[in-house]
Every structure is written in structure tokens, then in C-alpha cells.
């Protein structure tokens, strides 16, 4: 009576093989949660650092650049040994900067019409 009481061991192993089978499509939704994060996530974000290394591998001494923490300076000299960059933010004041901080580099009216002018021929050519 009291082993009515239970379930027998052999109906218990028989459920637990038959919950233990894995299917191919339980993997599908995992699968399609990584390819929408790789798409939406992974790759803008290595576009958009692959950019900023090329914009800060491109800095020549005389550019205008705008440091992360929003000043505005001219570059004086720059280091290939060191990550390090001297920016001049007024008449003889000059900041040592790391590189990977530099945000963004400032076209001059002149660089601003040459590039607009690729920019034109790039897209005439497409």
C-alpha cells in the first residue's frame, strides 16, 4: 500500500529520458538572439572604434581636435613611441593628451571644401 503510494522507478526513468532530449530547434531562438546582437551591437560598435583608431592614427601636428572632455585645441607635437599628444588649448598653454581621447578632429573651411568635393566625385562615381 504504501509503495502505491509512489511512483515506481521505472515510470520516473522513463520521464526523465524523454525530458532529456535536446532538439535542434530549442537552439534556434538562442542562435537568433546572437545574430540580432551582433548585428545591432557587436559590429556598429568595432565600426565605430576601427574609425576613431584610424581618425587617431591620421592626427598630423597643426590639426584642430576637440578632446573628449569638450575642449578645443590645435595639436603641437605628437609621440610615436608614447600614445601622447600635445595640445595647445590657448597662446602657451599646452595639455598633454592620450590619444584614444581625442574625439574628433575639426576640418578647416579649406580641408571642409576639399573633402565635400571627394565626397561629391565618390558619390557621381557610384
Known amino acids: ?3 502505491d503510494l509512489f511512483i515506481s522507478s521505472a515510470m520516473a526513468q522513463e520521464a526523465a529520458s524523454a525530458g532529456s532530449e535536446i532538439s535542434v530547434s530549442s537552439f534556434v531562438p538562442l542562435i537568433l538572439i546572437f545574430v540580432i546582437f551582433y548585428f545591432f551591437i557587436i559590429r556598429p560598435q568595432s565600426k565605430k572604434y576601427k574609425a ?21 585645441g590645435k595639436v603641437k607635437s605628437l609621440s610615436n613611441k608614447e600614445p601622447i ?4 588649448i590657448a597662446n602657451d598653454v599646452i595639455v598633454k593628451v592620450q590619444k584614444n581621447h581625442i574625439s574628433e578632429v575639426l576640418l578647416d573651411k579649406k580641408d571642409s571644401k576639399k573633402e565635400s568635393k571627394k565626397e561629391i566625385t565618390k558619390k557621381s562615381k557610384k
Not at 85 to 88: H, R, W
Open 1 to 3: 500500500m504504501l509503495n
Open 52 to 72: 576613431h583608431q584610424d581618425m587617431v592614427g591620421g592626427l598630423k601636428v597643426g590639426n584642430k581636435v576637440v578632446i573628449s572632455n569638450g575642449i578645443f
Open 85 to 88: 599628444v600635445e595640445v595647445e
